[in-house]
C-alpha cells in the first residue's frame, strides 16, 4: 500500500492509500489544531454537533438515510490527542463500486460529497449552530467527561498524565471540562468553529480500490473548493516539558488500587524511539515482559501489570491494577525491573522475542483500513516518513547495546496511586 499525498490546496492534503485488499473504501478527514486549555472543550463539543445535522441534511434522521442509500454506509466521528495537538476525526465507510449491483453508480464520490458536508456545510441558523443541538450536545459532553471516572485504568493513566503535564498542552483531557460548558452557546461555538475551519490542518485520506479520479472529485467539491488557503496553526513538533511530580495519591471508592508510573525516556532523535519500542515490550508490553512475569505471574501481586509507550511525547506509562496494601511491594518490584534493564539484566533472546512481536504487529497494519490511516497519519505528524518494510528493517536492527543505552536514559518522573 502506497501512500500518494498531494495538497489540494495550502493547509489540505490528500493522503491515497491505494489497495485491492478489501471491499470497502474508507474517506477519513482529520483537523488537527493546538490542544489549548481555552478551546479544548469546545473543540470537542464542535465534533458532536456537526454530526447532528448540516445545511443539505438538517437532521441525524437525514444524514441516516442518505448512508443507507449509500448501501449502509457507515459515518463515526471522535476526537483525540496526538502529541500536542487535538486531532478532530471524521470516518465514512462505503461498499467499493466494483462490488455493485449496478455500474457506474459512483458511491465513493457520493459518500465523499456527504463527509465534506457534515465538516464543512454544518447547519447554521441566524449565523449560529442550532440551539437545539448545542444544547443537547452539551448535556452528552458533560456525562462523558463526569463518566471518564467509571474506567478506573484509563482515569488513573489520565491522571499521571495530567500531573506530568500539569500547565502543558498534553496534560489537557481531550473531551475539555464541564466547567467551560456554561460559557458555550449556539454563537461562540459557531464562531470558534470558523476560526478552527480557518486556522486547522486538514488531512484527507482516501484507503481502497480508487483511482486518480478521487483527487478531482476532492478538488473540485463546492466545500472543500470554498475554504481559505491557509497556514495551518498546530504544534508540528511536540515539546519535551514534564514537570517531576515525585508521588501522588489519590483517594476515590474503589474496590482495586490502580498504580501508574510515568517514566521519561529522553530519546535524543526520532530514530532513538525504535529502540525504545524493544525496551518497552521487554519491560513490560508483552505477555512475556519482566513487569508482567515479576510482578504479576511470579509474585501473584497484581491483577494486570504492563506498561504503554507514548511515541510522541517519549513517556513509557507502567500500569497496574492491585490490592492496595501491596502498593509498596509492587513499587519496588517495578524499580527493580527498571533497575535489572539498566544492568543489562535480559537475554539476547527477549530482544529477538520482542522484535518478533513488534514486527508480527507491524505486519497487521495493512489489514485494517482504519488502521493503516493512522499509521500514515502518525507518520505525517511526526515527519518520520518511513514505509512498513523500512519499519520492519529498522526494527531489526536493534542490539542489546541500545537497549541497555535507553535504560539509562530513562526517569521516574510521577508515581501516582488510586487508592479507597
Given amino acids: 500500500m502506497n501512500d500518494i499525498k498531494k495538497e489540494i490546496k495550502k493547509g489540505i492534503k490528500l493522503h491515497v492509500l491505494n489497495t485491492d485488499k478489501f471491499k470497502t ?80 453508480e459512483n458511491i465513493l464520490k457520493k459518500s465523499i460529497e456527504n463527509i465534506l458536508d457534515i465538516i464543512f456545510n ?91 479520479e478521487v483527487e478531482n472529485i476532492i478538488s473540485e467539491n463546492q466545500n472543500v473548493r470554498n475554504l481559505e488557503e491557509r497556514e495551518p496553526s498546530y504544534n508540528k513538533e511536540s515539546e519535551k516539558n514534564t514537570v517531576k511530580q515525585g508521588e501522588k495519591i489519590e483517594t476515590m471508592d474503589v474496590m482495586q488500587g490502580k498504580l501508574v508510573v510515568g517514566l521519561d525516556v529522553n530519546s535524543q532523535n526520532e530514530d532513538e524511539k525504535y529502540n525504545v519500542m524493544i525496551y518497552n515490550t521487554i519491560l513490560g508490553g508483552s505477555a512475556n515482559s519482566k513487569i508482567f512475569q515479576n510482578v504479576r505471574e511470579k509474585a501473584n501481586l497484581a491483577y494486570e501489570a504492563g506498561s504503554r509507550y507514548f511515541k510522541y511525547k517519549d513517556n513509557i506509562f507502567v500500569i497496574c491494577g492491585i490490592e ?45 483500513q482504519d488502521t493503516s490511516i493512522t499509521y500514515y497519519f502518525g507518520q505525517e505528524m511526526s515527519g518520520n516518513q518511513k514505509s512498513v518494510e523500512e519499519y520492519i528493517e529498522r526494527i531489526g536492527k536493534v542490539t542489546k547495546e541500545d537497549i541497555i543505552q535507553v535504560a539509562n536514559k530513562v526517569e521516574t518522573n510521577t508515581i501516582y496511586f488510586l487508592r479507597n
Fill in 25 to 104: 473504501n474508507l474517506v477519513a478527514v482529520f483537523l488537527t489544531t493546538k490542544l489549548e486549555r481555552e478551546t479544548v472543550t469546545a473543540n470537542a463539543l464542535i465534533s458532536a454537533v456537526l454530526r447532528r445535522g448540516t445545511n443539505n441534511m438538517q437532521t441525524q434522521e437525514e444524514i441516516s438515510k442518505q448512508l443507507e442509500e449509500l448501501y449502509g454506509a457507515s459515518f463515526d466521528c471522535g476526537i483525540d490527542k496526538t502529541g500536542d495537538n487535538q486531532v478532530l476525526k471524521f470516518y465514512i465507510e462505503t461498499v467499493n463500486d466494483a462490488f455493485l449491483p449496478q455500474a457506474n
Fill in 122 to 212: 454544518p447547519l447554521v441558523e441566524n449565523n449560529a449552530f442550532k440551539t437545539e443541538y448545542v444544547e443537547q450536545e452539551k448535556n452528552n459532553m458533560k456525562q462523558r467527561i463526569e463518566g471518564r471516572i467509571d474506567n478506573k485504568r484509563r482515569y488513573a493513566l489520565d491522571r499521571c498524565i495530567e500531573e506530568m503535564y500539569k500547565g502543558k498542552p498534553f496534560g489537557l483531557y481531550r473531551f475539555g471540562y464541564v466547567e467551560d460548558l456554561n460559557h458555550i452557546n449556539e454563537v461562540n461555538l459557531y464562531e470558534r468553529y470558523k476560526q478552527l475551519i480557518a486556522q486547522c490542518k486538514i488531512d484527507i485520506f482516501v484507503s481502497g480500490n480508487v483511482n486518480e
Fill in 324 to 368: 492496595i496494601s501491596n502498593y509498596e511491594k509492587v513499587l519496588n518490584l517495578i524499580k527493580k525491573q527498571l533497575e535489572d534493564m539498566k544492568n543489562g539484566d535480559f537475554t539476547e533472546e527477549e530482544v529477538e522475542n520482542a522484535k518478533k512481536a513488534i514486527i508480527s504487529s507491524i505486519k497487521t497494519i495493512d489489514d485494517e
